[in-house]
């Protein structure tokens, strides 16, 4: 460990969401030192205080916690949550984000936290909603080799697989190329559901044939299976409106890097269509029903 970077006797951890809720949980019940949290909403405060969790404001966080971690919707609201919170840092504190980010503005911050002697990692989560309830998340995590070593076994309580992808920006590097494929895998699998469809093969039984070829994948199981085979779509699961934001990371990756990904271009034109249809709160895989409608 960092010799710079304080003990970790007390954590913290802003926003409470779908994926933040249960990540905090199992923070609190495995790693053994008192847990502040904080979050806009009360419901999920409550919840989490039969851990052991205790609420508290983001300032007071801030002060406290030896290690603050940061579950947040997008970029903006990261860069909301560290306006209020870094005049209360001070050097040896640590703050790792498993927030889906910008990467620049990523190393942005790791730099300005840097230069004030405060460790900063970025930690993005991958997975579904369930697998964060059974604490088997996949961390992608970008951060120097000391604070990675410092950060670990608290992010082992929520995963089952943390990744040292390099320095501060490469965990969301990953996060954000591994939602890419994800979304235009999606998309694909909406293609052959339609063309299924429209030559008498339905998708109840057109995907788990294809699963039992070379034409299976996680997207097939989980989104296909689950959700658009029987056309369920749920809101506040991973919807549209956050596959969008996610995407635009991945298309802002490519313009800075020269790279034409039509691929990339196309799935935001279906997300798009999808929330121009109503489906802005849905969980993304409604694209069938831009694609393939009902």
């Known amino acids: 460990m960092d010799q710079s970077l304080r003990p970790i006797a007390t954590l913290g951890f802003i926003g409470l969401g779908v994926m933040g809720e249960p990540m905090c949980g199992h923070l609190a019940r495995r790693f053994d030192c008192p847990v502040l949290a904080h979050d806009r909403r009360g419901e999920p405060l409550n919840r989490l205080a039969a851990a052991g969790v205790t609420a508290a404001p983001a300032a007071e966080i801030a002060r406290r916690a030896d290690l603050i971690l940061l579950s947040l919707p997008d970029g903006r609201a990261v860069d909301a949550v560290l306006a209020e919170i870094e005049p209360h840092l001070t050097a040896g504190q640590c703050v790792v984000d498993t927030s889906t980010s910008p990467v620049a503005a990523t190393r942005a911050i790791g730099a300005r936290l840097a230069a004030r002697g ?19 998340l996949s961390i992608m995590v970008g951060a120097a080799d000391a604070v990675f070593a410092h950060i670990r076994p608290v992010l082992e309580t929520m995963g089952t697989d943390v990744t040292h992808c390099g320095p501060v920006g490469t965990g969301q590097v990953v996060k954000i190329l591994n939602n890419m494929l ?13 063309l299924g469809r429209r030559n008498g093969v ?20 989980s989104h296909g299976m689950k959700a658009m085979v029987p056309r369920v779509f749920p809101e506040r ?38 929330e121009a249809a109503g489906h802005g709160d849905a969980y993304h895989p409604v694209v069938l029903d831009v694609i393939d409608p009902p």
């Open 118 to 136: 405060i460790g900063f990692a970025d930690a993005p989560v991958a997975r579904t909603r369930e697998a964060a309830a059974r604490g088997e």
């Open 237 to 274: 699961a991973f919807s549209t409106r956050y596959a969008m934001k996610d995407l635009s990371y991945a298309l802002e990756l490519a313009r800075e890097a020269g790279i034409a990904v039509p691929g990339a271009e196309l799935t935001m034109q279906r997300l798009r269509a999808a």
């Open 202 to 221: 339905p998708p109840e039984l057109l995907l788990p044939t294809i699963a039992k070829g070379s034409g299976d994948s996680f997207v097939l199981g």
């Open 182 to 194: 994800v979304f235009q895998n999606t998309a694909a699998l909406a293609e052959a559901i339609a």
